[in-house]
C-alpha cells in the first residue's frame, strides 16, 4: 500500500510517498508471460543455459515473504519448472518453463496457499 501526503516543507509543497507493507497472507501478483523477448530473460538476470530455452515466465509475490520459499518448492514439485529467482525478504518468486507447465505451477501455488493455507489469492492473469 502507498500512502501520498503533501507536505508543506520551508513554505513549499513537496510530496511525500510511503511504501508500507500491510501484513497478511496474500497472493498479490500471479502472472504468466507466455513467449517474452529473449531481453526480458537477460533483464531478469536468468541463466541463460536453462532459461531461454523456455517459452514462459511465471511470477508469484506473497505476503508474508517467507512464504515464497513455500511456493518455490510447490511449484517445483508441481511441475517440471525451473526457478529462476526466489526472495525470502520482498516474497517475490519467478520460475520458467514451458507454457502449460507454466500454469500448472503457478496455479497449485495459488490453490495450495487458498486451500491450505487460508490466503487470499488474486486471480492468475496472462500476457
Request: contains cysteine; charged residues 20%.
Amino acid at each position: 500500500m502507498n500512502i501520498t501526503d503533501a507536505v508543506l516543507e520551508n513554505g513549499k509543497d513537496k510530496t511525500r510517498i510511503i511504501q508500507e507493507i500491510v501484513p497478511g497472507k496474500q497472493i498479490t501478483l500471479a502472472h504468466i508471460i507466455a513467449g517474452p523477448d529473449d531481453i526480458l530473460y537477460k533483464k531478469l538476470g536468468l541463466n541463460p543455459e536453462i532459461d531461454y530455452n523456455n517459452d514462459s515466465i511465471g511470477i508469484i509475490n506473497v505476503s508474508p515473504a517467507e512464504t515464497a520459499v513455500i511456493a518455490a518448492d510447490i511449484a517445483m514439485k508441481a511441475s517440471n519448472v525451473e526457478l529462476g529467482f526466489v526472495d525470502r525478504f520482498s516474497g517475490t518468486l519467478i520460475i520458467t518453463g514451458t507454457v502449460s507447465n507454466t500454469e500448472a505451477a503457478v496455479n497449485a501455488v495459488c490453490d495450495y496457499a487458498r486451500e491450505k493455507l487460508g490466503f487470499a489469492v488474486c486471480e492468475v492473469t496472462k500476457t
